[in-house]
């Protein structure tokens, strides 16, 4: 699993409560950091944060999918927006949730996404 977001505290959080759960991650503080890295290879799923500064989550997302790469992707941001959200996932994308999002709900997003049982 990834986690890309420009937010230390968020990034760290996310990785501390994804690691509770017993999965390998790495952690990203931007979208150009992931994809230099060649980070896409091997990942079950990725969250990322929608607004970075440089490339956002949204041309990550889109540049992932030029490559083929077809796992779960989970956006968070701090700024809902319901036509991001719409496009977001009718483009595929798993969840969008809002910061500040409940430990539970990342959860239940990454057990959807990894198809795991509660």
């Not at 969008?96 to 049982?117: I, M, T, W």
């Amino acid at each position: 699993m990834a986690i890309v977001d420009d937010d230390e505290a968020v990034r760290t959080a996310t990785v501390s409560l994804v690691r509770s759960l017993g999965h390998k991650v790495r952690s990203f503080a931007s979208a150009e950091e992931f994809l230099r890295h060649d980070a896409d290879e091997g990942i079950d799923c990725l969250v990322t944060d929608v607004h970075m500064p440089g490339m956002d989550g949204i041309v990550l997302y889109d540049r992932l999918m030029e490559r083929g790469r077809t796992f779960p992707v989970v956006f968070v941001t701090g700024f809902l927006d319901e036509s991001t959200r719409q496009s977001i996932l009718a483009a595929g994308a798993f969840c969008y949730l809002g910061k500040p999002y409940s430990g539970d709900q990342l959860v239940e997003c990454l057990q959807r996404a990894l198809g795991e049982k509660n």
